[in-house]
């Protein structure tokens, strides 16, 4: 959880910085923006808050962050009580055809996110459980810029997923919510997809 909440403070620097450039910086920025800072909607019916900020580093490349954090005293989703997750991943975005950092892109990615939580089984204790992996791999995805304020990011892609803290070969208790949460945390070549909506920064 803290690694998380560092990386949100990072993140929010970086903008804070960004945001205050001179008038001369932001006449020799590119047309379509330097970064971007941006949002994961489909997060929140997970109970997460999910944050990332893009940066051009050359004409072609731009490198990404996304932080996220979860806490619910009980998750309807997953069913499960005293949720919380942390999740941070670094994303090296080449965009072949335009300029970055818009455009279609090929990107590697690194992963390491966390999980706690409890679950209530009648007649008996809460069983406590916490979950650590990290994850490497190659995604695709597009950026599209809409009349240079908003963006829009899609991309998906894979790689294997190691587990540091393994969650259950098998769901002890069969329960769907927890098999939704194991499946994160178990040793397995993972399909890694997103979507966001962003602010474009000159």
């Known amino acids: 959880m803290q690694k998380a909440f560092i990386f949100l403070m990072i993140i929010s620097c970086f903008c804070s910085a960004f945001s205050q450039q001179s008038e001369k910086n932001k006449r ?52 499960v009580e005293n949720y919380s997750a942390f999740s941070v991943e670094g994303q090296l975005r080449y965009f072949p055809m335009k ?38 791999g190659v995604l695709f995805g597009v950026q599209l810029f809409a009349r240079k304020i908003v963006s829009f990011d899609f991309y998906a892609g894979g790689g294997p997923n190691i587990p540091l803290k393994k969650a259950p070969s098998s769901n002890p208790n069969n329960s769907f919510g927890n098999d939704l949460i194991f499946n994160n945390y178990r040793k397995a070549i993972g399909f890694h997809s997103g979507f966001s909506i962003g602010l474009i920064l000159k």
Request: charged share 20%; proline share 3%; aromatic share 16%.
């Open 99 to 136: 300029k970055s950092p818009s455009g279609i892109y090929g990107a590697a990615y690194f992963y390491d996110r966390g999980a706690s939580f409890d679950e209530i089984l009648t007649f008996y204790d809460p069983i406590t459980y916490n979950l650590n992996s990290v994850g490497v």
């Open 28 to 79: 020799d920025a590119s047309i379509d923006g330097n970064s971007v800072i941006s949002m994961y909607p489909f997060q929140f019916i997970f109970s997460n808050f999910k944050l990332g900020f893009e940066q051009k580093i050359s004409e072609k490349l731009s490198l990404k962050g996304i932080a996220s954090l979860g806490l619910n005293e009980h998750s309807l989703v997953y069913d």
